[in-house]
């Protein structure tokens, strides 16, 4: 009761004495911010006298904190006509404060790098280079030697061998590169010690007229480049040209073996469509995929897992396709896929050439239906057969061929024991030899069908009876019976 009095008492004092507080508050603040927004212009001022990146890059307000941290908003990296490179809303980066204070700055000088909600846009030229560094003549003419005819040739014209030979090529230069580039860095010396965080940003990449977008990116990357690098890089759906629910990687890279570093690294791609990722895959149907990468970073191994809840090749709709698949010299190998066809099963495996865009696969089905497989042909039947489906990026040159054996059934109203026989189905052209229809009470065989362009040939068909005795042969072109 007594310290009220005194306040009463007293109460154009401390009236003063708050009004003066809060007004020291607001002069510190206001000194802070005009502190923030100088050292902004002095940072843009820094900005528009660097020679390595293109363009301004501007930022409205800077944060220093005596422990090494800095926060900076609105931070604006823009290329010569105007357009984006990155946009930053918000974000900080710490700094070792011995190497500011004596001037010694060096690649370890920073240590931590937060973007929150930033915007990404890159664009390579027709090299598959970034637009925004600034390169010296000494470093042009240096990937002009390292470029090689490999990288300028047009595979349009060129036969399977050719690609091959020139896909080898490719992935030997590359591996040699990147060999002799992580040699350069390390003996080089230079040391990298940094803590990376990304948070729901946006990446678009711009190249030989493709778009490419990343929607809420997550990363966050542990790198020390005397040691190793953890990422653990997670994205919303994609959008432009490439077409997916997402992606993760998580995993990391051991700097430390010799003569190049080994990664350990999980990648997933959720329900993209093949087709949209520049592979020459003509496949818009969803897929998982599920890879883990170990080994040389130079020439990595690669198995997995795959699934589609769909799959739609030419004569084919496969569903809750899943399997195993590894990456062996320029091919995409699967092993164990099994799926549902025709109202059956298949078990099967196959390989997927990059440097050719051809595709094989090798398969058994199980309890097949003839109705679902030959719609309209008028037999109801469950068939097994053994398969092979050969193609390439031109669904006009796809070739399934095999043989099949079925249970009892019936051709329209007629009742039938078995079919056998071999096939092949061209475009237009659909073969079958060795056809064998088992009735009651006889048997039809003819050594071939032929149904080309929708006109129906046949050789001659005989005719046993239910002991296996020859009959009759039935002349199909004559018409008559011998």
Request: hydrophobic share 35%; net charge neutral; with cysteine.
């Amino acid at each position: 009761m007594r310290i009220w009095e005194k306040i009463k008492k007293h109460k154009r004092f401390w009236e003063y004495s708050l009004a003066f507080v809060f007004l020291a508050v607001v002069l510190i603040v206001s000194f802070l911010r005009m502190l923030s927004h100088g050292a902004a212009y002095i940072f843009n001022k820094e900005m528009e006298k660097q020679t390595l990146l293109r363009g301004t890059i501007t930022v409205e307000t800077i944060t220093a904190h005596i422990n090494g941290s800095v926060y900076f908003e609105n931070l604006e990296w823009r290329d010569p006509t105007g357009e984006p490179i990155m946009i930053v809303p918000s974000g900080s980066f710490k700094v070792r404060v011995w190497d500011v204070a004596m001037k010694n700055i060096k690649s370890t000088t920073l240590q931590e790098l937060v973007l929150n909600n930033a915007t990404f846009a890159v664009r390579l030229n027709e090299k598959m280079q970034v637009d925004f560094l600034r390169q010296s003549e000494a470093l042009k003419e240096q990937k002009k030697l390292e470029e090689g005819w490999e990288n300028k040739v047009n595979l349009r014209d060129k036969s399977h061998e050719e690609r091959r030979r020139i896909g080898k090529e490719k992935r030997d230069n590359q591996r040699a590169k990147i060999e002799r580039e992580w040699h350069n860095i390390s003996a080089k010396g230079k040391h990298l010690k940094l803590a990376i965080d990304f948070n729901d940003c946006r990446m678009e990449l711009f190249a030989k007229g493709q778009h490419y977008v990343l929607s809420r990116v997550y990363i966050d990357m542990d790198l020390d480049t005397e040691k190793s690098v953890y990422i653990d890089l997670k994205t919303g759906t994609f959008g432009g040209t490439m077409v997916g629910s997402g992606m993760d990687i998580e995993g990391g890279i051991d700097f430390r073996e010799k003569p190049v570093p080994i990664c350990d690294i999980n990648v997933r791609f959720n329900e993209v469509k093949p087709s949209s990722l520049g592979f020459g895959m003509n496949v818009n149907d969803r897929m998982s995929l599920n890879t883990y990468f170990e080994g040389p970073v130079s020439a990595p191994e690669s198995y997995g897992s795959v699934y589609m809840k769909e799959l739609h090749i030419p004569g084919f709709d496969f569903y809750d396709v899943d399997g195993l698949i590894h990456l062996e010299e320029g091919k995409l190998i699967f092993d164990n896929v099994d799926a549902d066809v025709f109202g059956g099963k298949i078990i099967a495996d196959g390989e997927y050439d990059f440097d050719t865009r051809g595709y094989i696969i090798r398969g058994k089905g199980t309890g097949l239906q003839a109705s679902q497989g030959l719609k309209k042909s008028g037999l109801s039947c469950l068939v097994d057969l053994d398969i092979l489906v050969e193609g390439d990026e031109n669904p006009r040159k796809t070739v399934i061929s095999g043989e099949f054996t079925s249970g009892k059934g019936t051709y329209r109203i007629i009742p039938f024991k078995r079919l056998s026989g071999r096939f092949k189905s061209e475009y237009k052209d659909l073969k079958f030899w060795n056809a064998r229809i088992e009735f009651y009470g006889l048997t039809v065989t003819t050594p071939s069908i032929r149904i080309l362009n929708g006109k129906l040939t046949m050789d001659p068909i005989d005719i046993f009876d239910e002991n296996g005795v020859h009959k009759n042969t039935y002349d199909p072109k004559k018409g008559e019976y011998s």
